[in-house]
């Protein structure tokens, strides 16, 4: 993915992945406790200094719907306004820094501070870069049954509307199929 600003591309990653860890409409929890955080934090590069708390837990949950009113948010004006908060309340300390060796470039996110304010931060500035860069119509809630799991879509055409053609897609696909058999459409 290389069509947005390097910031983005892990964070958009962790925003999706953050907010899918709940499913809304299935009401299911994938992020039951504390050591579900840190395997997820730590899955998306971002450093621990120590083990999160169950606060650090409440607040990544607490994240999730935050975030997931970017992907549903009625223009670009509200989403920018409600990821701006976001990163308001996550304390965003803008520095540059040369780690590992890579030239000097940007960070957002505070490195003293906690990993909550850290993953809020990242996930805001992910979501900003593509809506800000690509528009708004890239964020996307899939549309496949009871799904609602949020995506960004990077294709070229921004075709997608399931969250995975292998999952939600087919199943519509499987869907369509059976419906138009009992309807009777003979060019099935
Ligand atoms: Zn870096
Ligand atoms: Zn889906």
């Known amino acids: 993915m290389t069509m947005f600003a390097s910031y983005s591309e892990d964070?958009?990653?962790?925003?999706e992945?953050?907010?899918?860890?709940y499913n809304i409409?299935?009401?299911?929890?994938?992020?039951?406790?504390?050591?579900a955080l840190a395997e997820l934090l730590v899955a998306h590069g971002i450093r621990?200094?120590?083990?999160?708390?169950?606060?650090?837990?409440?607040?990544?949950?607490a994240l999730r719907p935050v975030l997931r009113g970017a992907f549903e948010a009625p223009d670009?004006?509200?989403?920018?306004?409600?990821?701006n908060g976001v990163l308001a309340d996550h304390r965003a300390l803008p520095h540059y820094t040369n780690h590992d060796g890579k030239p000097w470039h940007l960070h957002v996110a505070d490195p003293e501070a906690s990993p909550v304010d850290q993953y809020g931060v990242n996930a805001a500035m992910g979501l900003l870069n593509?809506?800000?860069?690509?528009?708004m119509s890239r964020l996307h809630v899939c549309v496949g049954n009871r799904c609602a799991?949020?995506?960004?879509?990077?294709?070229?055409?921004?075709?997608?509307?399931?969250?995975?053609?292998?999952?939600?897609?087919n199943r519509a696909s499987a869907a369509a199929h059976r419906a138009r058999r009992t309807s009777g459409n003979p060019a099935d």
């Open 149 to 169: 799991e949020v995506f960004v879509d990077i294709s070229r055409n921004q075709s997608r509307r399931y969250c995975s053609p292998q999952i939600c897609g």
């Open 130 to 135: 593509v809506i800000t860069t690509a528009g």
């Open 25 to 35: 409409v299935r009401e299911t929890e994938k992020m039951p406790d504390v050591a």
């Open 11 to 15: 964070s958009v990653t962790w925003a």
């Open 48 to 61: 621990l200094k120590e083990v999160p708390s169950r606060r650090d837990l409440e607040a990544a949950r």
């Open 17 to 21: 992945d953050l907010v899918n860890t």
């Open 76 to 83: 670009e004006a509200a989403a920018v306004t409600l990821l």
